[in-house]
T-cell receptor
């Protein structure tokens, strides 16, 4: 079935460092979404992208919809301990359905 | 608080029990989803309801039975589960324009 390849699988960084993660697909997507999940909670929507090349920020988070429409990137600047969690990308292929395909997640740990 | 609530938050049940999970959304959305999240696996879509009609069943075993009485409520009825069904069950909802999915906090299910 359709899969998204999300990398890296995990990151352990120092507080203050910038973080980059990405998702790639063999198929074209119409929408890319980025979520964060903390232990014991459901995923929380961070950023939604709808157009190829789109660059959108949410505080220290910036995400981009790749030009090829087959990838997306999430950057976190100046990481802080509360950034800890699992970050998921999700893509939507069809324009008339809400069905999403999720990446495997990137686990982020931040050392104070 | 994402506007999607799930009860119970934790559930332990034996293999012969029957229980139900409940999801309610206060966002005015028309689509609702059930996902299964197991350790080290991407989110697995189970069921999709659009305007109370089931539009997707991802080959889910019949021991999981969904019910959507209206656009705001979604249930997952469980019976004769197996230990491998232990997981976090997440509910989500989305509107019709952007299809951004908003998740509830999940029900942590343990089958003994």
């Amino acid at each position: 079935g359709q899969q998204l390849n999300q990398s890296p699988q995990s990151m352990f960084i120092q507080e203050g460092e910038d973080v980059s993660m990405n998702c790639t697909s063999s198929s074209i997507f119409n929408t890319w979404l980025w979520y964060k999940q903390e232990p014991g909670e459901g995923p929380v929507l961070l950023i939604a992208l709808y157009k190829a090349g789109e660059l959108t920020s949410n505080g220290r988070l910036t995400a981009q919809f790749g030009i090829t429409r087959k990838d997306s990137f999430l950057n976190i600047s100046a990481s802080i301990p509360s950034d800890v969690g699992i970050y998921f990308c999700a893509g939507r292929r069809s324009s008339n359905t809400g069905k999403l395909i999720f990446g495997q997640g990137t686990t982020l740990q931040v050392k104070p | 608080e994402t506007g999607v609530t799930q009860t119970p938050r934790h559930l332990v049940m034996g293999m012969t029990n029957k229980k139900s999970l409940k999801c309610e959304q206060h966002l005015g959305h028309n689509a609702m989803y059930w996902y299964k999240q197991s350790a080290k696996k991407p989110l697995e879509l189970m069921f999709v309801y659009n305007f109370k009609e089931q539009t997707e069943n991802n080959s889910v075993p019949s021991r999981f039975s969904p019910e959507c009485p209206n656009s705001s409520h979604l249930f997952l009825h469980l019976h004769t589960l197996q230990p491998e069904d232990s997981a976090l069950y997440l509910c989500a909802s989305s509107g019709e324009i952007t299809y951004e999915q908003y998740f509830g906090p999940g029900t942590r299910l343990t089958v003994t």
